[in-house]
């Protein structure tokens, strides 16, 4: 079992920056990898960042590559996601998630066994 809670979402203008972070408490083994996905209203929920978590092999949607990174501190169990440059196309609800499963396109939102509730992001222009 795995629990993800997000925070560090917020209201912010074009051109700026804000840091997403998730703690991820288990009660079993740690997840094969975990991933941040976004959902804005009327969209459908896509992938924007992935990391293995015993390499740190990370993975990027095209939209977000050079302006995101994703990172995690194992130790404190914690998943981040760094935002810069955000223009209002990343306004969305911003989602936590981690699988246990191997293998499969990281993007897709059925491999994800475990979701936190999600924290707004909102980008003015």
């Known amino acids: 079992q795995v629990e993800l809670v997000e925070s560090g979402g917020g209201s912010v203008e074009a051109g700026g920056s804000l840091r997403l972070s998730c703690v991820v408490s288990?009660?079993?083994?740690?997840?094969?990898?975990m991933a941040w996905f976004r959902q804005a209203p009327g969209n459908e929920r896509e992938g924007v960042a992935h990391i293995y978590t015993d390499n740190n092999e990370t993975d990027y949607a095209d939209s977000v590559v050079g302006r995101f990174t994703i990172s995690q501190d194992n130790a404190k169990k914690m998943l981040y996601l760094q935002m810069n440059k955000l223009k209002s196309d990343d306004t969305a609800m911003y989602y936590c998630?981690?699988?246990?499963?191997?293998?499969?396109?990281?993007?897709?939102?059925?491999?994800?066994?475990?979701w936190g509730q999600g924290t707004q992001v909102t980008v003015s222009s």
């Open positions: 288990t009660s079993t083994y740690g997840p094969y990898s």
């Open positions: 998630a981690a699988r246990h499963s191997v293998g499969g396109t990281w993007s897709k939102v059925r491999l994800y066994n475990y």
